[in-house]
């Protein structure tokens, strides 16, 4: 995603700080030469790094050859990089690193590494690498980006698929019925609540249909699995595909935390904050207008966020149904709240929006979406301000009819 992906996705920013290849060429194999595809653990301080990694080095020692290709690099420097980065149109490519510079990094941030041969011959090899290599030149490399269906991570099946077609079976024992996309993201966010607040807001019912069995390998973890388990026809013999298996690097164990201030408690207090200023107002019979300017300012460009997204991005962000507490019209409705001549349709706007809110709370566990826990406090709230905007409203226009 992590606009989202977010945000979700600037998977592999770090990748940018490695230095690339730029001089590779083709290569004739030796009889020594191994590839492996690598599985590099998750990284809990950013959103993007969550999720893991996925690459593919190729070792030649006769060669002096240790390279690693990598999927998940973009450059700053295309033309209209954030404007296609907000659009979900960026262009990622294909990279290409020393494989020491590369591992060192992800171990310098506790990552486990896990390369996986791959039970090849040696024609077999040199059509990989072939094909890499070529992938890997300038007129090639690009292609547009997806977190879900074209990743980093995706991009490994899906290239050997294409060197050996109709030759790999997977068995996916790893699939779990009515598993959704968001099932799968959420089992890499625990320690990330406020990225997969994020998500879960700016992503539409497009992730909440059961996964197919290829779609779980959009994360990492997955294409492991996947590989370990899959076979590789060579006449009329089938093969494990992974000859073997080598951790490169276990991580160490962390202790984790969320820290205090996760989207529920964040929203649990801004209920008792406003709840304090509602009460106060109630008193002093005078409405706390900048409470209702911030509050409903904040709903307010999270729908219109929801609108851009829906509307005018290639995000998974169709059919979100957090627009219905996100509503568009509370900006720029709530500016209005002090004009005279608004005063009886203002009133009638947070009574009719106060009424639907409280119809949502009902309906929360029906919608087919599942919407974050922790906006269930940010609904209360606007409940609680919708209908002491409805009140002190109306209580002025009955003063003014007098």
């Known amino acids: 995603m992590k606009s989202t992906t977010l945000l979700i996705y600037l998977l592999l920013t770090l990748v940018l700080i490695i230095p690339s290849i730029s001089n590779a060429q083709q290569v004739s194999l030796s009889n020594q030469a191994e590839i492996s595809v690598m ?54 490519q294909l990279g290409l690193s020393d494989y020491t510079r590369f591992v060192n990094h992800y171990i310098s941030e506790n990552r486990y590494v896990i390369e996986q041969y791959l039970n090849l011959s040696h024609q077999e090899k040199q ?10 030149k300038p007129e ?23 060197i050996f077609p109709g030759r790999i079976t997977y068995s996916h024992y790893y699939t779990k019925e009515g598993t959704t996309v968001r099932d799968l993201m959420d089992d890499y966010l625990a320690y990330q609540p406020w990225g997969d607040w994020i998500i879960d807001v700016g992503l539409g019912s497009q992730i ?13 973890d997955y294409v492991k699995l996947a590989l370990d388990s899959a076979s590789l026809s060579k006449d009329s013999l089938s093969v494990p595909l992974v000859e073997r298996t080598d951790v490169v690097y276990q991580s160490k164990p962390e202790d984790l935390t969320n820290g205090i201030f996760t989207p529920f408690n964040t929203f649990i207090l801004v209920f008792f904050i406003v709840g304090f ?12 207008h900048w409470v209702d300017v911030v509050l409903f300012t904040f709903v307010g460009i999270l729908a219109w966020w929801l609108v851009f997204l829906w509307a005018a991005t ?14 568009p019209l509370h900006i720029p409705l709530v500016y209005f709240l002090n004009m005279k001549k608004l005063r009886k349709f203002s009133m009638i706007y947070f009574q009719l929006v106060g009424v639907w809110y409280l119809i949502l709370l009902l309906i929360w566990e029906a919608i087919p979406q599942p919407l974050h826990n922790a906006l269930l406090p940010l609904v209360i709230t606007m409940i609680l301000r919708c209908f002491y905007i409805a009140f002190d409203l109306r209580k002025k226009l009955k003063a003014t009819t007098k």
């Open 208 to 220: 909440d249909s059961e996964a197919a069995p290829e779609t779980y390998m959009f994360l990492p």
């Open 39 to 92: 599985t590099l653990g998750p990284y809990q301080e950013e959103i993007y790094s969550a999720f893991g990694h996925t690459a593919i080095h190729v070792k030649d020692p006769l060669n002096r050859v240790d390279w690693v290709f990598n999927y998940g690099v973009f450059d700053f420097d295309q033309e209209n990089f954030f404007w296609n980065f907000a659009r979900g149109k960026l262009l990622y």
């Open 277 to 288: 200023f509602t009460n106060r107002d109630f008193k002093r019979e005078k409405r706390s």
């Open 127 to 136: 059509q990989v690498v072939d094909f890499l290599l070529n992938n890997y």
């Open 314 to 327: 290639d995000h998974l962000s169709k059919e979100n149904m957090n627009i219905f507490w996100a509503i």
């Open 140 to 162: 090639n490399r690009e292609y547009n980006y997806n977190y879900v269906y074209d990743n980093c991570s995706s991009k490994v099946p899906e290239i050997l698929n294409k």
